[in-house]
């Protein structure tokens, strides 16, 4: 009896562990983008075209693309800081927030 429960215990902790995993990568896109990308490209990623911030929620951009520009790849560098401390994973969150959900609000 005792060891059911136990077991049940071990496995209810596993099953939530993964759960808070998923959760974590999806709203990790999100917060980093309010983090690092917000100030500039604004919460909607509208940008600010007065001061030379493109609008990014329709770039034409890959998610490879995009996860390059943030880590490595600029037009120029004295406007857009290189996040090279941000991982390829979570350059790709950002990325696929862009995309997936910036684009239709
Ligand atoms: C200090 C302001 C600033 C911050 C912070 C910033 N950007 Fe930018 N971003 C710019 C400017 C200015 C450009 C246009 C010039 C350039 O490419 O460097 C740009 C260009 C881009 C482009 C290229 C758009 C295109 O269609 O060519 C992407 C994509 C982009 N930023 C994404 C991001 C993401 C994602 C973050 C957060 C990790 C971020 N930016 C943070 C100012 C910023």
Same mark, same amino acid.
């Given at each position: 009896?005792?060891?059911?429960?136990?077991?049940?215990v071990?496995?209810?902790?596993?099953?939530?562990?993964d759960?808070?995993?998923k959760?974590?990568?999806m709203q990790?896109?999100?917060? /980093?983008y %309010?983090?690092?990308?917000?100030?500039?490209h604004?919460s909607r990623?509208t940008? *600010?075209f007065? @001061?030379g911030?493109?609008?990014?929620?329709?770039t034409e951009?890959? /998610?490879? %693309?995009?996860?390059?520009?943030?880590?490595?790849?600029?037009?120029?560098?004295? *406007?857009?800081p @290189?996040?090279?401390?941000?991982t390829?994973?979570q350059?790709?969150?950002?990325?696929?927030?862009?995309k997936?959900?910036?684009?239709?609000?």
């Open positions: 009896m005792k060891i059911w429960l136990i077991a049940l071990i496995v209810s902790l596993v099953g939530c562990s759960y808070n995993d959760t974590t990568t990790g896109g999100k917060e /980093l %309010e983090n690092y990308c917000a100030g500039c604004r990623g940008g *600010q007065l @001061i911030v493109p609008r990014i929620k329709d951009l890959s /998610l490879s %693309e995009i996860a390059d520009v943030i880590r490595r790849q600029h037009k120029d560098e004295r *406007q857009m @290189i996040f090279s401390q941000l390829v994973p350059s790709y969150s950002i990325a696929s927030y862009i997936n959900t910036l684009r239709y609000k």
